[in-house]
Protein backbone atom coordinates (compact mmCIF):
# COMPACT_ATOMS: atom_id res chain seq x y z
CA UNK A 1 0.00 0.00 0.00
CA UNK A 2 1.39 3.49 -0.93
CA UNK A 3 0.27 5.20 2.33
CA UNK A 4 1.02 4.46 5.98
CA UNK A 5 -0.54 1.78 7.83
CA UNK A 6 -3.65 2.75 9.64
CA UNK A 7 -3.94 2.92 13.16
CA UNK A 8 -6.50 0.34 13.67
CA UNK A 9 -9.27 0.09 16.73
CA UNK A 10 -11.28 -2.71 17.10
CA UNK A 11 -14.73 -2.69 19.13
CA UNK A 12 -15.47 -6.37 20.73
CA UNK A 13 -16.46 -8.58 23.97
CA UNK A 14 -15.10 -11.79 21.73
CA UNK A 15 -11.63 -12.72 22.62
CA UNK A 16 -11.13 -14.59 19.02
CA UNK A 17 -12.75 -12.04 17.41
CA UNK A 18 -9.96 -9.66 18.20
CA UNK A 19 -7.34 -12.40 17.55
CA UNK A 20 -8.35 -13.24 13.82
CA UNK A 21 -9.28 -9.36 13.45
CA UNK A 22 -5.24 -8.39 14.38
CA UNK A 23 -3.79 -10.96 12.51
CA UNK A 24 -5.67 -10.12 9.27
CA UNK A 25 -5.18 -6.76 9.45
CA UNK A 26 -1.38 -7.40 9.97
CA UNK A 27 -1.13 -9.65 7.13
CA UNK A 28 -2.86 -6.84 5.12
CA UNK A 29 0.00 -3.86 6.58
CA UNK A 30 -2.15 -2.11 9.11
CA UNK A 31 -1.58 -1.91 12.46
CA UNK A 32 -4.03 -3.10 15.30
CA UNK A 33 -3.23 -0.52 18.31
CA UNK A 34 -5.94 -1.81 20.44
CA UNK A 35 -9.06 -3.50 21.69
CA UNK A 36 -12.01 -1.79 22.79
CA UNK A 37 -14.32 -4.32 25.16
CA UNK A 38 -17.66 -3.11 27.58
CA UNK A 39 -17.17 -4.61 31.28
CA UNK A 40 -19.57 -7.64 31.05
CA UNK A 41 -22.39 -7.09 33.36
CA UNK A 42 -23.36 -11.41 31.53
CA UNK A 43 -21.00 -13.59 32.29
CA UNK A 44 -19.96 -15.84 29.04
CA UNK A 45 -17.79 -18.62 28.69
CA UNK A 46 -13.91 -18.01 29.66
CA UNK A 47 -11.87 -18.46 25.95
CA UNK A 48 -14.01 -16.00 24.76
CA UNK A 49 -13.77 -13.01 27.48
CA UNK A 50 -11.72 -10.13 26.69
CA UNK A 51 -8.62 -10.70 29.40
CA UNK A 52 -5.14 -9.94 29.38
CA UNK A 53 -4.41 -14.11 29.03
CA UNK A 54 -5.96 -14.00 25.87
CA UNK A 55 -6.03 -10.98 24.12
CA UNK A 56 -3.84 -10.78 20.92
CA UNK A 57 -0.28 -9.68 21.69
CA UNK A 58 1.25 -6.14 21.11
CA UNK A 59 -2.38 -5.06 21.48
CA UNK A 60 -3.58 -2.28 24.41
CA UNK A 61 -6.74 -3.64 26.02
CA UNK A 62 -8.89 -1.14 27.22
CA UNK A 63 -12.16 -2.24 28.91
CA UNK A 64 -14.93 0.57 28.96
CA UNK A 65 -17.62 0.97 31.69
CA UNK A 66 -20.53 2.32 29.59
CA UNK A 67 -20.93 4.27 26.28
CA UNK A 68 -20.18 7.29 27.93
CA UNK A 69 -16.56 6.76 28.35
CA UNK A 70 -16.02 5.45 25.22
CA UNK A 71 -15.66 8.66 23.03
CA UNK A 72 -12.31 10.21 25.46
CA UNK A 73 -10.99 6.33 25.22
CA UNK A 74 -11.09 6.50 21.56
CA UNK A 75 -10.12 9.77 20.95
CA UNK A 76 -6.73 9.40 22.65
CA UNK A 77 -6.01 6.07 20.66
CA UNK A 78 -6.28 8.86 16.98
CA UNK A 79 -7.37 5.72 15.03
CA UNK A 80 -7.80 5.97 11.53
CA UNK A 81 -10.48 3.00 11.51
CA UNK A 82 -12.59 1.36 13.69
CA UNK A 83 -13.54 -2.27 13.19
CA UNK A 84 -16.07 -3.50 15.18
CA UNK A 85 -17.00 -7.03 15.73
CA UNK A 86 -19.33 -8.84 18.38
CA UNK A 87 -20.16 -5.87 20.73
CA UNK A 88 -22.95 -5.10 22.20
CA UNK A 89 -23.52 -1.46 22.82
CA UNK A 90 -24.73 1.31 20.02
CA UNK A 91 -21.28 3.32 19.52
CA UNK A 92 -22.38 7.15 19.61
CA UNK A 93 -21.91 9.46 16.85
CA UNK A 94 -19.59 11.52 18.56
CA UNK A 95 -17.55 8.04 18.92
CA UNK A 96 -17.92 7.31 14.58
CA UNK A 97 -16.91 10.56 14.05
CA UNK A 98 -13.61 10.29 15.62
CA UNK A 99 -11.61 8.06 12.94
CA UNK A 100 -11.01 9.96 9.33
CA UNK A 101 -11.73 6.68 7.70
CA UNK A 102 -15.02 6.30 9.68
CA UNK A 103 -16.32 3.32 11.30
CA UNK A 104 -17.18 -0.76 10.03
CA UNK A 105 -18.86 -3.04 11.81
CA UNK A 106 -19.30 -7.16 10.75
CA UNK A 107 -23.02 -8.26 11.39
CA UNK A 108 -23.51 -11.99 11.30
CA UNK A 109 -26.39 -11.81 8.98
CA UNK A 110 -27.67 -10.60 5.23
CA UNK A 111 -28.40 -7.01 6.13
CA UNK A 112 -31.17 -5.61 5.42
CA UNK A 113 -32.57 -9.17 6.85
CA UNK A 114 -32.28 -9.93 10.46
CA UNK A 115 -31.49 -6.31 12.03
CA UNK A 116 -30.88 -6.56 15.80
CA UNK A 117 -29.19 -8.11 18.58
CA UNK A 118 -30.12 -12.05 17.84
CA UNK A 119 -29.45 -12.70 13.91
CA UNK A 120 -28.45 -15.92 13.73
CA UNK A 121 -31.60 -17.01 16.19
CA UNK A 122 -33.39 -15.23 13.97
CA UNK A 123 -32.37 -17.03 10.75
CA UNK A 124 -33.12 -20.29 12.02
CA UNK A 125 -36.31 -19.52 13.87
CA UNK A 126 -37.10 -17.87 10.17
CA UNK A 127 -36.63 -20.95 8.48
CA UNK A 128 -33.50 -19.70 6.53
CA UNK A 129 -31.54 -21.89 4.30
CA UNK A 130 -28.50 -20.34 5.17
CA UNK A 131 -26.78 -17.92 7.51
CA UNK A 132 -24.65 -14.60 6.33
CA UNK A 133 -22.13 -12.06 7.21
CA UNK A 134 -22.31 -8.04 6.04
CA UNK A 135 -19.65 -5.42 6.62
CA UNK A 136 -21.03 -2.37 6.73
CA UNK A 137 -20.39 1.25 7.86
CA UNK A 138 -21.60 1.98 11.09
CA UNK A 139 -23.90 5.30 11.50
CA UNK A 140 -26.86 6.30 14.79
CA UNK A 141 -28.60 3.42 14.20
CA UNK A 142 -27.94 -0.38 14.60
CA UNK A 143 -27.30 -2.42 11.22
CA UNK A 144 -28.57 0.43 9.00
CA UNK A 145 -25.18 1.91 7.41
CA UNK A 146 -23.97 1.43 3.87
CA UNK A 147 -22.82 -2.29 2.72
CA UNK A 148 -19.38 -3.01 1.84
CA UNK A 149 -19.33 -6.92 1.75
CA UNK A 150 -21.32 -9.56 2.13
CA UNK A 151 -21.08 -13.44 1.88
CA UNK A 152 -23.73 -16.07 2.46
CA UNK A 153 -22.58 -18.90 5.56
CA UNK A 154 -23.56 -21.97 5.10
CA UNK A 155 -26.11 -23.83 7.30
CA UNK A 156 -26.88 -27.26 8.55
CA UNK A 157 -30.52 -27.94 9.15
CA UNK A 158 -29.27 -29.42 12.49
CA UNK A 159 -27.17 -26.34 12.91
CA UNK A 160 -27.50 -25.84 16.88
CA UNK A 161 -24.01 -24.80 18.36
CA UNK A 162 -23.59 -20.99 18.21
CA UNK A 163 -19.83 -21.89 18.87
CA UNK A 164 -19.25 -23.92 15.77
CA UNK A 165 -21.26 -21.87 13.41
CA UNK A 166 -19.76 -18.46 14.56
CA UNK A 167 -16.26 -20.45 13.84
CA UNK A 168 -17.21 -21.12 10.60
CA UNK A 169 -18.08 -17.75 9.82
CA UNK A 170 -14.49 -16.55 10.38
CA UNK A 171 -12.97 -17.55 7.66
CA UNK A 172 -16.21 -16.31 5.10
CA UNK A 173 -15.44 -12.58 7.19
CA UNK A 174 -11.93 -12.42 7.17
CA UNK A 175 -12.03 -13.62 3.52
CA UNK A 176 -14.04 -10.11 2.79
CA UNK A 177 -11.58 -7.85 4.73
CA UNK A 178 -9.51 -7.01 2.13
CA UNK A 179 -12.42 -5.43 -0.46
CA UNK A 180 -13.68 -4.01 2.23
CA UNK A 181 -10.33 -1.82 2.82
CA UNK A 182 -10.02 -1.28 -0.53
CA UNK A 183 -13.52 0.35 -0.69
CA UNK A 184 -12.52 2.00 2.46
CA UNK A 185 -9.14 3.61 0.67
CA UNK A 186 -10.83 4.66 -1.98
CA UNK A 187 -13.40 6.90 0.11
CA UNK A 188 -16.37 4.59 -1.22
CA UNK A 189 -19.57 5.39 0.77
CA UNK A 190 -20.42 1.63 0.12
CA UNK A 191 -24.49 0.53 -1.19
CA UNK A 192 -27.66 2.12 0.83
CA UNK A 193 -29.36 -0.76 1.91
CA UNK A 194 -32.36 -1.27 -0.01
CA UNK A 195 -34.59 -2.47 3.01
CA UNK A 196 -38.56 -3.14 2.28
CA UNK A 197 -39.64 -2.98 5.48
CA UNK A 198 -40.92 -6.81 5.57
CA UNK A 199 -37.67 -7.83 6.36
CA UNK A 200 -38.17 -10.05 10.16
CA UNK A 201 -35.99 -7.76 12.79
CA UNK A 202 -33.85 -10.12 15.03
CA UNK A 203 -35.07 -8.81 18.51
CA UNK A 204 -35.20 -10.81 21.45
CA UNK A 205 -37.54 -13.79 22.02
CA UNK A 206 -40.47 -13.17 24.28
CA UNK A 207 -42.90 -15.37 26.25
CA UNK A 208 -45.26 -15.95 22.62
CA UNK A 209 -41.95 -18.33 21.58
CA UNK A 210 -41.12 -20.29 24.95
CA UNK A 211 -43.66 -23.17 25.13
CA UNK A 212 -43.09 -25.70 22.46
CA UNK A 213 -46.53 -26.44 20.98
CA UNK A 214 -46.38 -29.95 20.22
CA UNK A 215 -49.63 -29.72 17.70
CA UNK A 216 -46.96 -28.04 15.46
CA UNK A 217 -45.17 -29.58 12.64
CA UNK A 218 -41.88 -31.31 13.65
CA UNK A 219 -39.44 -29.07 11.76
CA UNK A 220 -40.96 -25.99 13.20
CA UNK A 221 -40.54 -27.46 16.69
CA UNK A 222 -36.92 -28.55 15.71
CA UNK A 223 -36.28 -25.03 14.63
CA UNK A 224 -37.79 -23.70 17.51
CA UNK A 225 -35.43 -25.81 19.77
CA UNK A 226 -32.36 -24.56 17.50
CA UNK A 227 -33.21 -20.97 17.64
CA UNK A 228 -32.81 -21.00 21.48
CA UNK A 229 -29.64 -22.20 21.02
CA UNK A 230 -28.37 -19.09 19.49
CA UNK A 231 -30.12 -16.86 21.84
CA UNK A 232 -27.39 -16.05 23.31
CA UNK A 233 -28.12 -13.16 26.94
CA UNK A 234 -31.89 -12.89 25.59
CA UNK A 235 -33.23 -10.32 27.33
CA UNK A 236 -36.50 -11.88 29.28
CA UNK A 237 -37.54 -15.68 29.32
CA UNK A 238 -35.32 -18.97 28.88
CA UNK A 239 -37.01 -21.43 26.30
CA UNK A 240 -38.11 -23.53 24.62
CA UNK A 241 -40.47 -25.24 27.59
CA UNK A 242 -42.48 -28.45 27.75
CA UNK A 243 -43.69 -30.67 30.33
CA UNK A 244 -42.64 -34.12 29.70
CA UNK A 245 -43.89 -37.06 32.01
CA UNK A 246 -44.92 -34.84 34.79
CA UNK A 247 -42.23 -32.27 34.64
CA UNK A 248 -41.30 -28.96 33.72
CA UNK A 249 -37.63 -29.10 31.55
CA UNK A 250 -36.02 -26.70 29.01
CA UNK A 251 -35.64 -28.76 25.79
CA UNK A 252 -31.74 -28.11 24.50
CA UNK A 253 -31.39 -30.67 21.53
CA UNK A 254 -33.98 -32.24 19.46
CA UNK A 255 -33.58 -34.81 16.13
CA UNK A 256 -36.04 -35.25 13.41
CA UNK A 257 -34.83 -39.18 12.85
CA UNK A 258 -34.81 -41.92 15.29
CA UNK A 259 -31.14 -41.81 17.18
CA UNK A 260 -31.59 -45.30 18.28
CA UNK A 261 -32.81 -46.61 21.99
CA UNK A 262 -28.79 -46.22 23.01
CA UNK A 263 -29.53 -42.70 22.33
CA UNK A 264 -31.90 -42.70 25.57
CA UNK A 265 -33.89 -40.43 24.00
CA UNK A 266 -37.67 -39.56 24.17
CA UNK A 267 -39.92 -39.35 21.89
CA UNK A 268 -43.22 -37.35 21.41
CA UNK A 269 -45.42 -36.72 18.08
CA UNK A 270 -46.11 -33.81 16.63
CA UNK A 271 -48.66 -32.17 14.18
CA UNK A 272 -46.56 -34.77 11.35
CA UNK A 273 -45.17 -37.46 13.02
CA UNK A 274 -42.42 -37.69 15.83
CA UNK A 275 -39.69 -36.11 17.11
CA UNK A 276 -37.14 -36.91 19.78
CA UNK A 277 -35.42 -34.88 22.77
CA UNK A 278 -32.38 -35.83 23.01
CA UNK A 279 -31.26 -33.64 25.84
CA UNK A 280 -32.85 -31.18 28.19
CA UNK A 281 -32.67 -30.10 32.00
CA UNK A 282 -35.31 -29.53 34.56
CA UNK A 283 -37.09 -25.85 35.27
CA UNK A 284 -37.40 -24.93 38.96
CA UNK A 285 -41.37 -24.13 39.30
CA UNK A 286 -42.01 -20.80 40.03
CA UNK A 287 -42.47 -19.80 43.62
Known amino acids: MTEAPWRVVLI ?4 PVATRLAGSLRELGHDPVAVVSPRRRVPI ?12 PGID ?20 LLLCWGFPWLLPASVLAIP ?13 RHRGPMPMAW ?16 D ?39 RVLERIAAGDAGDSQRATGDEPYAGWFGEDYVEIDWSKPSREIHDQ ?5 FAINNRGPAGPLATIDGQRVRVTRTSLVDPGAAAGAHRVESADGPIWILASEPVAAPD
Do not use: C, Y
Open 100 to 112: RLGAVNLHPALLP
Open 61 to 80: VILARDKRSMEPLIAALAPD
Open 123 to 138: AVRSGDSRFGVTWHRM
Open 45 to 56: PADLTMTDENAP
Open 225 to 229: VRAWA
Open 140 to 178: DQFDTGPILAQATVPMDPDDAEMREVAFRMFPIALGLLP
Open 12 to 15: TSVA
